[in-house]
């Protein structure tokens, strides 16, 4: 590249005044006072009124990583004693119930079977009693009277309005 080349460069750069529309969006950059509460640390065991406490600042977040300590051995052998005794428990209530639903169905269908010929001979004295009632009384006629036009009701003349 010639000087000239790079003089011409220098030039359009300090002569190039045009600003696009995004450049005035940007602001200088303002120091504030930091937001948010300030955490102060201490070593286990220290007191809330003990020394040692250090500010680390103000916080805008925390991340906790909490490692729970190992469970006993033993509390989860016992633990999973306590789960198969509940499922043997409820399996063992289960069969009960069924027991007593098969106990209860027997019963009834045989109570049912020992009551079918007296609801049969009272089904049929009751169709006996129907036919009787229906012979002795003569059909009456569902048609129109004839002392009325078609068109008005069966339950007399229709209603005037006031």
Partial sequence: MRSEDILAQIDDTLDDWTVSDDAMRSRPLVEREPVGPRLWIAPVGTGPRDDGWQEVGHVRDIDFHIEPPEIDPEFQ??????????????????????????????????????????????????????????????????????????????????????
């Fill in 77 to 162: 052998r016992r633990w999973q004693e306590l789960q198969e005794y509940f499922a043997r428990a409820a399996a063992e209530r289960a069969r009960r119930a069924q027991q007593v639903l098969e106990a209860f169905v027997q019963a009834f269908t045989e109570s049912i079977e020992a009551v079918r010929p007296r609801i049969e001979e009272a089904g049929q004295a009751i169709a006996d009693c129907a036919k009787a009632v229906e012979q002795a009384t003569p059909p009456q006629s569902t048609g129109r009277r004839h002392d009325r036009p078609a068109w008005q009701s069966p339950y007399g003349p229709p209603r005037r309005r006031r």
